[in-house]
């Protein structure tokens, strides 16, 4: 347990996280520079870089303390300062995405654009972590585990790339896990540090939850509405994936009687009631839309809508020492 000197000292160090200053929106901007490299390059290390230099967590910490506190100068202080700085993020992110317009979607982009009941989770946990390493100050290393854990830069700029490119779907669901990442951090922020003792709403009365439950009643109200949404959000995930696999099984089972030829990916969009399946398959000879209806005909049936396959024919040869192995195949797959 805490001394009430120890407690002063965790809220003053707080206090000077959460301080808006010139250090500070410079080192937001270049995490959203780092992000956003790291995006195009679809390079997970360099995104991992912006989410350690990145200093949202602070002022994030400061909203927690205030709520906890019962202190609304406090607040004042640090909601503009975590405004700020997403500001500076959102500015880079979109001069620079307009300078890059041209730039792919990469995968790095995409996977922060479906935020589910798994995120939620890791921003509790990721806030409980850096609201225990604010008061263990043998823990305060533990900063760089929780800003890679929770991640806030990364989908805010992906948001503004896809934002910026009329993408408007995309960035919601980037927007929706920020702000996901923020409620979930708050919240388990407020919690631990009351827990520890930072309580001075409810001190009179010990520790009094009822107060501590209506000093984070919108708090509250906003992680149970994110909860119910992002479980509905999983609950679609593990279908599409689902559904993904059993048309990935069945192709490959087609493919089987095809000499030489593959499966090498397949991706699914959905569009006016259909799912459209774009399936990669490598080979010597290509199938004619006979086959590749036939295929369709087999393929499983979606939730809802109707299915149809389109195939993107690489040509591929294989070649050993006496030369081309399926040089007279042709392509005939097998149901």
């Known amino acids: ?101 041209h730039a792919p979607i990469t995968d790095e982009i995409l996977a922060r654009t479906a935020p589910n009941l798994m995120d939620l989770m890791i921003a509790l946990a990721g806030g409980a972590a850096g609201a225990i390493a604010t008061v263990s100050p043998r823990l305060t290393v533990a900063f760089v585990g929780v800003a890679i854990a929770t991640a806030l830069v990364p989908p805010l700029t992906a948001g503004t790339l896809l934002f910026v490119r ?70 679609n995930t593990i279908a599409e994936e689902e559904f993904k696999s059993s048309v990935r099984s069945a192709l490959s089972r087609w493919l089987e009687g095809a000499p030489g030829t593959y499966l090498a990916g397949v991706r699914l969009e959905h569009h006016a009631g259909r799912v459209i399946v774009s399936a990669v398959v490598r080979g010597p000879s290509a199938p004619d839309a006979k086959q590749v209806a036939a295929m369709e005909d087999n393929l499983p049936r979606p939730p809802a809508g109707s299915i149809e396959l389109q195939i993107r024919f690489v040509e591929a040869q294989t070649i050993d020492r006496n030369g081309s192995v399926w040089a007279d195949a042709e392509f005939a797959p097998q149901p």
Not at 33 to 45: P, Q, R, W
């Open 1 to 101: 347990m805490m001394t009430a000197d120890e407690r002063e000292r965790a809220r003053e160090a707080i206090r000077d996280g959460a301080a808006l200053s010139p250090a500070y929106m410079a080192m937001n901007m270049l995490a959203a520079v780092i992000a956003t490299y790291g995006l195009f390059e679809n390079s997970a290390a360099v995104v991992i870089g912006a989410m350690i230099v990145a200093m949202l967590l602070g002022p994030i910490t400061g909203v927690g303390l205030s709520l906890v506190d019962a202190d609304m100068r406090l607040l004042a202080k640090t909601l503009p300062t975590l405004l700020a700085g997403a500001g500076g993020v959102v500015a880079v992110a979109a001069v620079l995405g307009l300078v890059h317009r």
């Open 166 to 235: 009329g993408e408007y779907h995309l960035a919601g669901g980037a927007y929706l896990l920020t702000l996901t990442n923020i409620i979930g951090i708050q919240f388990a922020n407020s919690l631990v540090l009351w827990l520890a003792g930072f309580r001075r709403a409810t001190a009179p009365s010990g520790m009094a939850l009822g107060v501590f439950v209506r000093s984070n009643l919108v708090t509250l109200g906003i992680l149970v509405g994110l909860g119910v949404l992002l479980t509905f959000d999983l609950r």
